[in-house]
């Protein structure tokens, strides 16, 4: 029970490098291997969350190294939530993903493998670690493993979207880290808690100022808040399914939930919304990547490329919640990192299982595709009414709690922006569900005096998981007050 932290972090690690080994001796043992250490992960953090809500938070010293000497971990009801999340999600992807992943990667799958798993590693362990440092240096292990599997999609433009990535990555990454050289520079240390105290009182100091400003701008780059980015869309749209259906729900959310760390661990409610005053401006901000994120997305014929731009969107709502200011803003924006990370999830999959088929997903190639692919459309559907916000969806109630939120602090233009944001959404979703459902396609599946569609749907295991994601979303929905009650206020609190 004791080391369930550690395992976390530690079983896909261990099982990605012996992954790695086994490609030399036997490449077929290295997918088992990888989905061992994923449900060990995802077992033990299910664990962490019980206990962490049974007994509070844990602190978890590695190699019993007490901090600020040493590397903590500091497991609370946030990222105890986060930490189910990522894992969870990691794991039901593997397996939903792996046909998927020998067709479209072919004998370099045992190797992708082991990338995929030390990615996992990375998003893990900057969701547990409590070191400022450490943290720095795992939010780098899961970008260089993001570079590494964008570059192997799409064969012309997996490589390019992967370099403009780098570039931008490094950038982020800098401004972070220069952040944290400040903040040791004031104050010896790299304990979040340790910071966090040291900190308290002097908060007119420049040296504190320009550690804030660098961190949370390198944060936002890497989370990709418009206008910084530009290095999302064609990552995830050109990478292969595989990646973009894992990278796509947890990414950015993980990165959401950094700020959030940092703003509540380290610097504090009161030196962010009443020392800096800086609340109204990021809200305006937060508004502004709401309605260009979907405006963009109006402006894509790729289905996959649309989705990436509503992730630039979804962006906005988690920032603005979070800087409103408030309890309620706060409570839409961490429910709506678990909500929007399912959704994302959800939809992915199911775009997935149309690559399998189809291979290519722009929006004119769907034709038809309700009476060919009936299952996978059904997910689809219902996680585009969860991003549209239709109850009982979840996304419907993450979105009550931000609205409510901006109202509160008469941030009218936030609200509204979320309206015309869910209205863009469903002229998305309802543009493609016309292509699908009552245009003929080329294919000869749609139904006509031919004859009825040919269903030619996902393998099982694709279909499955799609299926019972999907599904999950109206569970959600049911559960939103539970979670809100049991997880998100006593946190707040």
Known sequence: ???????????????????????????????????????????????????????????????????????????????????????????????????????????????????????????????????????????????????????MGDRDRGPLASLNYIFIGVIGASFYLLGVGYLYMYTGSLNMADVAVLIKGSQGSSTVLTAFILCILGIWIKMALFPFHVWLPNAYTYSPVIFSRVVAPLMTKVMVYIMIRLMITVFGYDYIFNTLHLSEAVVWLATIAVLAGGVMALAQKNLKKMLTYIIVSEIGYMVGGAWMGNQLG?????????????????????????????????????????????????????????IIGVPPTCGFFSKWYLILGAL???????????????????????????????????????????????????????????GLVSLSLIVAGCYSGTIVNTIILPFLK
């Open 330 to 386: 706060m409570t839409g924006a961490i429910l709506h990192i678990f909500n929007d990370a399912l959704m994302t999830f959800a939809l992915f999959l199911a775009v997935g299982n149309m690559v399998y088929r189809i291979e290519k997903v722009d929006i004119t190639d769907l034709k038809g595709l309700f009476g060919k692919m009936p299952w996978t459309m059904g997910g689809f559907v219902l996680a585009a009414f969860s």
């Open 1 to 151: 029970m004791e080391n369930y932290p550690a395992l976390i972090v530690v079983a896909p690690f261990i099982t990605g490098l012996l992954a790695g080994l086994f490609v030399w001796i036997e490449k077929r043992l290295s997918y088992p291997i990888v989905l061992t250490g994923l449900f060990v992960s995802a077992l033990s953090a299910i664990q962490v969350l019980i206990r962490v809500i049974g007994s509070g938070p844990i602190q978890y010293k590695l190699g019993g190294w007490s901090p600020p000497i040493g590397i903590e971990y500091r497991i609370d009801l946030l990222n105890a939530m986060v930490l189910c999340l990522v894992s969870g999600v990691a794991f039901l992807n593997l397996i939903a993903s792996y046909k998927s992943a020998l067709k479209e990667i072919g004998d370099r799958a045992s190797s992708y493998f082991t990338v995929y798993n030390l990615f996992i590693t990375g998003l893990l362990g900057v969701t547990i670690t409590g070191d400022l440092f450490n943290l720095y240096v795992l939010i780098e292990i899961t970008s260089l493993t993001s570079y590494a599997q964008v570059a």
């Open 408 to 466: 509160e602090k008469g941030a009218y233009h936030f609200a509204a922006a979320l309206i015309v944001s869910s209205l863009i959404c469903a002229v998305l979703f309802f543009k493609v569900f016309e292509i699908c459902f009552f245009e003929s396609g080329s294919h000869g599946h749609e139904h006509s005096s031919h004859g009825p569609a040919v269903i030619e749907e996902a393998p099982v295991s694709m279909l499955v998981i799609s």
